[in-house]
């Protein structure tokens, strides 16, 4: 659940030459053209949310492994809550 703003010098690996887009299946979360949006901040949480329900209906080596993915998805929303900055400053 993000947008990526391509640049080629802010881009995580090396583009192919000549890309102007990435490569949709190669995104990275942790990329320099990776924008999330509020929106995208509670659809991380409520999915974590879903994930979280799914964990505890599982057996144990399949629900840590629900809890640990349910985790990371919130640590991705708290990061971008913890840097979102409006609209109005990134023009």
Known sequence: MLICA?????????????????????CRPDCGNAIRTDTHARLLRERAAEIDQLADASPGPL???????????????????????PAEALT
């Open 6 to 26: 391509f640049k080629r010098e802010n881009a995580l690996r090396e583009p192919d030459p000549g890309a102007n887009a990435p490569k949709q299946y190669d």
């Open 63 to 85: 629900g840590r492994r629900l809890k640990a993915n349910a985790d990371r998805l919130r640590e991705l929303s708290e990061a971008h809550d913890a840097t979102a900055q």
